[in-house]
Each structure stands twice: as structure tokens, then as C-alpha cells.
Nanobody, 126 residues
Framework: QVQLVASGGGSVQAGGSLRLSCVSS??????MGWFRQAPGKEREGVAA????????VYADSVKGRFTISQDNAKNTVYLQMNNLRPEDTAMYFC?????????????????????RGQGTQVTVSS
């Protein structure tokens, strides 16, 4: 059973930065993604990485501010978040999917990335 453990969240002021980490017990699936969910809102795909070649995709809302990366040797995916805004406040979690090969499309599919970790809270104050 795949286990994903996210860490690195916290409280920052607008304009600040945080780096999230997610360690996976299995790192053989093609896609690893970061998602966020604020209270009362739907899950939002933030970024994804193709684990075989490191190609990345981003939601428009974070493009230019967030960077997803990986360390395959450590089974770890990162999310560097810069220039944070109050609207970035949410629970962030990483996820993967053994049956997903279109990593970018999966960010927008409700039932994709169906294996997720426990999440880490990010709070941005103005």
C-alpha cells in the first residue's frame, strides 16, 4: 500500500515562501501531483511532475510562483512556493495514481490521483 507523507506547511505573510515535501513509499508511478483544498471548496490541482523525465505542469493560478521538483533517489517530490498570497491558504497534499499516464489532464479529473497523503496546512496572512 502506497503511503504519502507531506510536510513543510506553516503560516507566512503574503509575499513569503514555503517549501513542501512529500515522501512516497513507492515512486514507480508516472505522475506525482500536488493539490490543495480550502474549506468549502473543491480540490484544486496545483502542479504535477512526470517522474520519468521531470516534465512539469502547473495550474494557471500558481504558474510563475510555484515550482514542483523531485528527488527520485529519496522518493520525494517538492513544491517550492514563492510570493504566496492569502488565496493560497489551504490544506496541501500530494497524490499519485497507478493508472494515470496523462499527468496534466489528471490534475483536472475528479477521480484521478486517487492515492493521497494526509496533507499539510498552508496559511497566508495579508
Amino acid at each position: 500500500q502506497v503511503q504519502l507523507v507531506a510536510s513543510g506547511g506553516g503560516s507566512v505573510q503574503a509575499g513569503g515562501s514555503l517549501r513542501l515535501s512529500c515522501v512516497s513509499s513507492v515512486y514507480t508511478y508516472k505522475c506525482m501531483g500536488w493539490f490543495r483544498q480550502a474549506p468549502g471548496k473543491e480540490r484544486e490541482g496545483v502542479a504535477a511532475i512526470y517522474t520519468n523525465d521531470g516534465a512539469t505542469v502547473y495550474a494557471d493560478s500558481v504558474k510563475g510562483r510555484f515550482t514542483i521538483s523531485q528527488d527520485n533517489a529519496k522518493n520525494t517530490v517538492y513544491l517550492q512556493m514563492n510570493n504566496l498570497r492569502p488565496e493560497d491558504t489551504a490544506m496541501y497534499f500530494c497524490a499519485t495514481d497507478p493508472d494515470l499516464y496523462e499527468c496534466a489532464l489528471g490534475l483536472h479529473r475528479r477521480f484521478a490521483y486517487n492515492i493521497r497523503g494526509q496533507g499539510t496546512q498552508v496559511t497566508v496572512s495579508s
